[in-house]
């Protein structure tokens, strides 16, 4: 039995649906905010509830139907007993749906132990906001590709591929967007339920093996992709960390960078751009070559902020740490964090130039409670920086 399902997924967004300040002090200032600004909040309300109010009408338990039907239930006006108990309620499905996905999370954990390396990596990290490039079927497989531009993990492509396929429900098209998910081990294999986005799907397949392949950003990437520099960001690629051309339509190996047109070789064709647009051979992938910029990946996972770690030079610390090249900053207090006690004496006389921040600067709160935690900090500094060591 499944802990996931549509249903309960739906339930957890209706219940959350109706927007209602929990407190009179809230209530307080929003009439006031609606005075301020000319608006009639009782109207505001009103409209608001009525978008929903044939939904709300079908989920919400029946005590709460009178004040759904005079408009009150999201106004000051409703009791305030009927308010607390619509919160409590509110606040019990959301317990509910956090216990489900724990519960899916769980049984996720415990099928990791029989997966192949390459899926087991994939799965311990999320796949939430994933983006469903592809899916490809034969009479026994499954090849779903994912976009992970908007997720949570480096990996920049994701393929997963069910062999074998036992059953299948549900169906998956390109641009939705993977959000919740359960994995189990069966009997005849492995088998997840995914419930995707835009449109709305709960999809459910088992198959004997499910295997994984991925692909990470050029540590480049991220200067060029909004530029759209094509030429530039080719010279900046390393063909030894594996360079592939994936697209919705193909996925080819670069063996080859070149400076000019056609840049891009592959083992048997190459990227070839006309008046009528892009082409690997004669499959037409992109308007212009600045698109193909989002096609390139990677074998191997590059550090884009590598640099930063890099250390600074204790001879050149104080001027790095307190200069104005961003860059150099970082890389100063950086090198500062990871060596407190060997370098106590250069912190202490870099603290000693500096004024506590005005406004909560999160970068002096984490350094100086840092430097105060590795006991490395005069009582002179301590008593300086005294307000961010007593928060």
Same mark, same amino acid.
């Given at each position: 039995?499944?802990?996931?399902?549509?249903?309960?997924?739906?339930?957890?967004?209706?219940?959350?649906?109706? =927007?209602?300040?929990?407190?009179?002090?809230?209530?307080?200032?929003?009439?006031? $905010?609606?005075?301020?600004?000319?608006?009639? &909040?009782?109207?505001?309300?009103?409209?608001?509830?009525?978008?929903?109010?044939?939904?709300?009408?079908?989920?919400? &338990?029946?005590? =709460?139907?009178? $004040?759904?039907?005079?408009?009150?239930? @999201?106004?000051?006006? !409703?009791? *305030?007993?009927?308010?607390?108990?619509?919160?409590?309620?509110?606040?019990?499905? +959301?317990?509910?749906?956090?216990?489900?996905?724990?519960?899916?999370? +769980?049984?996720?954990? *415990?099928?990791?132990?029989?997966? *192949?390396?390459?899926?087991?990596?994939?799965?311990?990290?999320?796949?939430?906001?994933?983006?469903?490039?592809?899916?490809?079927?034969?009479?026994?497989?499954? !090849?779903?590709?994912?976009?992970?531009?908007?997720?949570?993990?480096?990996?920049?492509? #994701?393929?997963?591929?069910?062999?074998?396929? *036992?059953?299948?429900?549900?169906?998956?098209?390109?641009?939705?967007?993977?959000?919740?998910?359960?994995?189990?081990?069966?009997? @005849?294999?492995?088998? %997840?339920?995914? #419930? %995707?986005?835009?449109?709305?799907?709960?999809?459910? #397949?088992?198959?004997?093996?499910?295997?994984?392949?991925?692909?990470?950003?050029?540590?480049?990437?991220?200067?060029?992709?909004?530029?759209? @520099?094509?030429?530039?960001?080719?010279?900046?690629?390393?063909?030894?960390?594996?360079?592939?051309?994936?697209?919705?339509?193909?996925?080819?190996?670069?063996?080859?960078?070149?400076?000019?047109?056609?840049?891009?070789?592959?083992?048997?064709?190459?990227?070839?751009?006309?008046?009528?647009?892009?082409?690997?051979?004669?499959?037409?992938?992109?308007?212009?070559?600045?698109?193909?910029?989002?096609?390139?990946?990677?074998?191997?996972?590059?550090?884009?902020?590598?640099?930063?770690?890099?250390?600074?030079?204790?001879?050149?610390? +104080?001027?790095?740490? %307190?200069?104005?090249? %961003?860059?150099?900053?970082?890389?100063?207090?950086?090198?500062?964090?990871? @060596?407190?006690?060997?370098?106590?004496?250069?912190?202490?006389?870099?603290?000693?130039?500096?004024? &506590?921040?005005?406004?909560?600067?999160?970068?002096?709160?984490?350094? #100086?409670?840092?430097?105060?935690?590795?006991?490395?900090?005069?009582?002179?500094?301590?008593?300086?920086?005294?307000?961010?060591?007593?928060?």
């Amino acid at each position: 039995m499944w802990h996931l399902t549509m249903q309960v997924k739906k339930a957890y967004e209706n219940a959350m649906r109706l =927007f209602i300040y929990e407190s009179e002090e809230a209530w307080t200032d929003y009439l006031a $905010y609606a005075k301020e600004n000319d608006i009639d &909040p009782y109207k505001e309300k009103k409209q608001e509830l009525d978008v929903i109010r044939d939904s709300l009408m079908s989920y919400l &338990p029946l005590r =709460f139907h009178t $004040y759904i039907l005079d408009s009150t239930l @999201n106004t000051p006006n !409703v009791p *305030k007993h009927v308010r607390e108990d619509f919160l409590r309620w509110r606040n019990e499905q +959301e317990q509910l749906f956090e216990n489900i996905l724990d519960a899916a999370y +769980e049984e996720k954990q *415990k099928t990791l132990a029989y997966m *192949k390396s390459k899926a087991r990596e994939v799965f311990e990290q999320s796949l939430h906001d994933a983006k469903v490039v592809s899916i490809r079927r034969t009479a026994t497989q499954v !090849v779903l590709t994912l976009d992970m531009a908007g997720g949570f993990t480096a990996k920049s492509i #994701i393929y997963l591929t069910f062999n074998n396929i *036992k059953s299948e429900l549900g169906q998956v098209v390109p641009k939705q967007f993977y959000i919740y998910d359960e994995l189990r081990k069966t009997a @005849n294999g492995f088998a %997840l339920r995914v #419930i %995707l986005d835009c449109p709305e799907v709960e999809w459910t #397949i088992e198959a004997e093996e499910l295997d994984a392949e991925f692909y990470y950003r050029p540590k480049t990437y991220s200067d060029f992709a909004e530029s759209g @520099n094509f030429a530039a960001y080719v010279q900046t690629l390393q063909l030894e960390n594996g360079l592939i051309f994936i697209t919705p339509q193909c996925k080819k190996q670069v063996v080859g960078l070149q400076h000019h047109a056609p840049f891009l070789i592959f083992e048997d064709s190459h990227l070839n751009e006309n008046e009528h647009g892009v082409f690997v051979d004669s499959i037409r992938v992109a308007d212009k070559l600045e698109d193909c910029i989002h096609f390139l990946h990677t074998d191997t996972y590059e550090d884009p902020y590598a640099h930063f770690s890099e250390p600074i030079p204790i001879q050149d610390l +104080e001027e790095a740490a %307190l200069g104005t090249d %961003l860059e150099l900053k970082v890389r100063a207090w950086n090198t500062m964090y990871a @060596n407190p006690v060997q370098l106590t004496e250069k912190i202490n006389q870099i603290l000693m130039q500096m004024n &506590p921040a005005q406004g909560g600067d999160m970068m002096q709160y984490v350094f #100086i409670r840092h430097f105060y935690n590795e006991g490395i900090l005069t009582a002179e500094l301590q008593a300086k920086f005294n307000d961010i060591l007593t928060e």
